[in-house]
């Protein structure tokens, strides 16, 4: 496993890769790795010649209060993790080599952008397209393996690489998580052993919103009250939002029916958490 730090370097490197007609497979992550990762990072090893996993805390995709400067950062704990998960290039840039200079140029998203991260981190998904562009053309992927963690950037990804016709196939790997169903995350961490023990109540509302839904009901609102119920009696952490919408579309319903995301963002002391599940609905 190497570790390459320069764009030009990374570009030469990947060049030679294609010319002998390997596979690139691309696992774009702000690091800090774990489990959730290491499954997209299985999953790339499986389908691909040559892994490319790369770390960078994006500061463009960050809010001004949000927690870029203390966003968990740990190389060495990644670089054992990527060599143990079988990756061949980890592409570990600093920001001055991503962003010499203020951008001229960014990427904008007009769809999908208005609804649950999208809304309550403006600017948020601006920043994720504009640097998965730069990483696609620095990385040059067949496959790309994004996390339905984040669901909305799924969807998001989905958009960019159809609107900008990037040769790249992208991969949907499920949400990997804890014995007690808490999404795995890098923001885990900062959780107070209390709130780590009130995190589970996240996954148990959506499988709480699931099960509502199975019994027969069908009214958007009788099923996002019964998950905020259960929120607020398991847990001390402030709703951001429990949604429900069409996916991959992210539109409004007037009826739980078709693919379906239920979704939601509740804000602990120092982390602010998010989940969703996709489902069918006859
Ligand atoms: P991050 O480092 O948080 O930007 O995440 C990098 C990639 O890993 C994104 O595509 C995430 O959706 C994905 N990811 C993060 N957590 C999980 C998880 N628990 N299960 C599956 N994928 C995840």
Not at 106 to 120: F, Q, W
Not at 229 to 250: A, F, K
Not at 253 to 280: P, Y
């Amino acid at each position: 496993m190497i570790t390459i730090e320069k764009i030009e370097q990374m570009q030469a490197h990947i060049m030679a890769e294609r010319q002998k007609g390997k596979t690139i497979g691309f696992v774009p992550t702000m690091g800090y790795l774990h489990e959730g990762h290491v499954a997209l990072l299985k999953r790339a090893r499986e389908e691909n010649d040559t892994v490319v996993l790369s770390i960078f805390v994006n500061p463009l995709q960050f809010g001004p209060n949000e927690d870029f400067e203390r966003y968990p950062r740990d190389f060495e704990r990644d670089y054992a993790i990527a060599k143990q998960a079988g990756v061949d290039i980890v592409f570990y840039p600093s920001v001055h080599e991503m962003y010499p200079h203020e951008p001229s140029v960014t990427v904008r998203v007009h769809e999908r952008i208005d609804v649950l991260c999208g809304k309550s981190r403006p600017g948020h998904f601006d920043g994720v397209a504009t640097v998965v562009t730069k990483l696609f053309h620095i990385v040059m992927p067949h496959r790309a393996y994004f996390g339905m963690k984040d669901a909305q950037q799924v969807a998001v990804i989905d958009g960019l690489i159809r609107d900008f016709h990037f040769p790249i196939e992208l991969i949907a790997v499920p949400t990997v998580r804890e014995e007690d169903g808490l999404a795995k995350s890098s923001r885990n961490v900062y959780l107070s052993d209390r709130e780590r023990q009130e995190a589970s109540a996240l996954y148990a509302a959506l499988q709480k919103g699931k099960a509502t839904i199975e019994a027969g009901e069908r009214d958007v609102e009788t099923v996002r009250k019964a998950m905020i119920d259960y929120i607020e009696r398991h847990t001390s952490g402030v709703i951001d939002y429990v949604e429900i919408y069409s996916y991959p579309e992210l539109q409004p319903l007037q009826s739980l029916r078709g693919k379906i995301i239920l979704a939601l963002a509740v804000r602990f002391t120092n982390a602010r958490l998010i989940d969703n599940i996709v489902m069918n609905v006859q």
